[in-house]
């Protein structure tokens, strides 16, 4: 008799590899598996280095969006899914929820009058969050949603922003890429830091 010896997806399973430093993936969204990731070269955004472009802080000025933090969650979570290729599979979607339902897992939403148009999710744990994936359904509603996640984290005590990879476009707005022993040390010291993912009012204004 054989058995597969690989453990099930859970959100325990979830926090505890988070908490090691690897994260789950999926090769699409019809894979039924998850594999665990542990980067040679880990993104990161240290938050005193977000850039806002001159667009952007045009746009911020603008206020012609609201912000909501974990208003629809899982229409985020499904969103980020909603692409010709993702690594959200069924497993990861329902751990997500779960995380989400215990306080874990979290969602910053730009809304305007069409609806969502934009947002980033992520699990917080300890001092650290781990920035899962984010969408845009009008133009800069991601940015809108990166820069108020990050504003968020600045307040609410966060030491850690983990992009787990970096892409040109996440460079451009601050992200860096660090070895993953450095992003080991950085892990270890953000898990011992207490902080509020929820300390900043909803409504506050974003500042830069």
């Not at 926090?15 to 980067?39: C, H, K, L, Q, T």
């Not at 476009?169 to 010291?189: C, F, N, Q, V, W």
């Amino acid at each position: 008799m054989t058995s597969d010896a690989r453990p099930r997806l859970t959100p325990d399973l979830m926090i505890r590899a988070y908490a090691s430093g690897i994260f789950p993936m999926s090769e699409s969204v019809n894979d039924p598996e998850v594999f665990w990731v542990d980067p040679q070269w880990r993104g990161i955004f240290p938050l005193e280095n977000f850039h806002i472009s001159r667009s952007l802080r045009r746009r911020i000025k603008r206020g012609d969006y609201s912000v909501h933090v974990n208003r629809d969650f899982a229409g985020v979570v499904a969103g980020c899914a909603d692409r010709d290729e993702t690594w959200i599979n069924a497993d990861l979607t329902a751990c997500y929820g779960a995380l989400h339902a215990h306080g874990f897992a979290h969602s910053v939403e730009i809304w305007d009058d069409e609806g969502l148009a934009g947002a980033v999710f992520g699990i917080a744990l300890g001092g650290a969050f781990f920035g899962e994936s984010m969408f845009s359904r009008r133009t800069g509603g991601s940015k809108l949603a990166l820069a108020h996640l990050v504003h968020r984290l600045h307040a609410g005590g966060y030491t850690l922003f983990d992009t787990q990879f970096v892409t040109d476009h996440l460079i451009s707005l601050g992200a860096i890429e660090i070895p993953r022993a450095t992003y080991r040390e950085k892990l270890t010291e953000a898990l011992e830091k207490e902080a509020d993912f929820l300390r900043l009012p909803e409504d506050a204004p974003l500042t830069f």
